[in-house]
C-alpha cells in the first residue's frame, strides 16, 4: 500500500514547454487535489476532482489544467510553463468528496521553471 | 479576507519541555481545524483534527485546543523530543474549504 504517489520527483522546464505531474492513490479514495506550496506561503489549491468524471478550480487554477484519469489517478498539466510556475507540487486524496477530511499527501513534485 | 497565521519566526525548545505553536485566524468561522506536520522534502502529515465544538483534544503526546472566541487554535507537544523537529501548519474549515497556514518550524534541541 504506496498510499500516494507523484512522478516525476523533480523537474526543469524551458518558458514555454509544457509537461504533465502525475498523481496516483491506492487507498479506493473518491477525491483528489493539487497544491502548489511556495517558499513564506501556505499550501494553495489549484484544482481538485470531488470524484472520478468531475473536476473544479481551487484557489490559483490559471496556467493550469487536469485530468481525472480513473479513481485512482489525477494529472495536473502546465500547456506553456512560466517562471512563475516555479514551485513545489503537491497531491492529496480524501476518502469522501469533502475538501474538509483529513488529506492524505503524495511526496511532492519540485519543478523549476527558467 | 479569511486569513490564517501562525508563528512566523521558527521556535527553539529544549528537549523535554513543551512547545507550543499557535494558529490565529480572523474573517473566518471554521467548523473544525487540522494540524499537519511536514518533514523537509515531504509532504504533510495529518495529526490531529479538533471541531468547534470541542475544547480540548490530545492524542499521546500532542495536545490541542481550540478557542472560537479567541479565534485561535493552540498545539501542544509535551515530553519534546528531537525528532519533534519540523514544521507544523495548521489548516481550519470552514465556507466550504480548507485554508493552510504558512507553518511553524519547530526545533527541539537535545
Known amino acids: 500500500n504506496a498510499g500516494v504517489t507523484q512522478t516525476p520527483k523533480f523537474q526543469v522546464l524551458k518558458t514555454g514547454q509544457s509537461m504533465t505531474l502525475q498523481c496516483a492513490q491506492d487507498?479506493?479514495?473518491?477525491?483528489m487535489y493539487w497544491y502548489r506550496q511556495d517558499p513564506g506561503m501556505g499550501l494553495r489549491l489549484i484544482y481538485y476532482?470531488?470524484?472520478?468524471?468531475?473536476?473544479d478550480k481551487g484557489e490559483v487554477p490559471n496556467g493550469y489544467n487536469v485530468s481525472r484519469l480513473n479513481k485512482r489517478e489525477f494529472s495536473l498539466r502546465l500547456e506553456s510553463a512560466a517562471p512563475s510556475q516555479t514551485s513545489v507540487y503537491f497531491c492529496?486524496?480524501?476518502?469522501?468528496?469533502?475538501?474538509?477530511?483529513?488529506?492524505?499527501f503524495g511526496p511532492g513534485t519540485r519543478l523549476l521553471v527558467l | 479576507s479569511q486569513k490564517i497565521e501562525q508563528n512566523s519566526e521558527a521556535l527553539n525548545i529544549q528537549e523535554g519541555k513543551t512547545a507550543t505553536l499557535t494558529c490565529n485566524y480572523t474573517?473566518?468561522?471554521?467548523?473544525?481545524l487540522q494540524w499537519y506536520r511536514q518533514d523537509p522534502g515531504r509532504g504533510p502529515v495529518f495529526l490531529l483534527l479538533?471541531?468547534?465544538?470541542?475544547k480540548e483534544k490530545r492524542k499521546e503526546r500532542l495536545k490541542v485546543t481550540f478557542d472560537t472566541t479567541l479565534k485561535q487554535s493552540l498545539f501542544h507537544i509535551t515530553a519534546s523530543q528531537p525528532a519533534d523537529s519540523a514544521t507544523y501548519l495548521c489548516?481550519?474549515?470552514?465556507?466550504?474549504?480548507?485554508?493552510f497556514g504558512k507553518g511553524t518550524r519547530l526545533h527541539i534541541l537535545p
Open positions: 492529496a486524496s480524501t476518502v469522501l468528496a469533502a475538501l474538509q477530511e483529513t488529506q492524505y
Open positions: 487507498m479506493n479514495h473518491n477525491s
Open positions: 476532482s470531488a470524484s472520478e468524471g468531475t473536476t
Open positions: 474573517n473566518y468561522s471554521p467548523a473544525y
Open positions: 479538533i471541531r468547534e465544538n470541542e
Open positions: 489548516a481550519p474549515y470552514g465556507d466550504d474549504k480548507i485554508i
